[in-house]
């Protein structure tokens, strides 16, 4: 890694930490600026490089997708009101009771 590519580097984990202490502030970008002393172009200059920094590095990550086993048993492990009503666009479905939503929960798990 070069010199101008350590700088950056490191220019963007101190304004990662500015970010951070921006968002626990609570304050707007324009009050938290103004209060700090950054420059409100300079503050969304390095907010832009953070984040494609940020989406770069998630991009150049692997990930593996996990399958998890879905059982219906734990859809009923609280108590389920009744009626329950399922509505998907102009559809509703109305179940009376736990086995109807069993039936249901296992097409819609099925289905995926």
Known sequence: MNTKDEVRRIRIQEWKKIFEDKAASGLSAKDYCLKNGIGKDQYFYWQRIVRDSVLTEMKDSKFTELSVPVSTD???????????????????????????????MEVLLSAQ
């Open 74 to 104: 734990m859809f009923f492990a609280l108590s389920v009101p009744s009626p329950i009503s399922i509505t998907v666009g102009k559809g509703t479905i109305t179940v009376q009771d736990k086995e109807s939503l069993r039936m249901v």
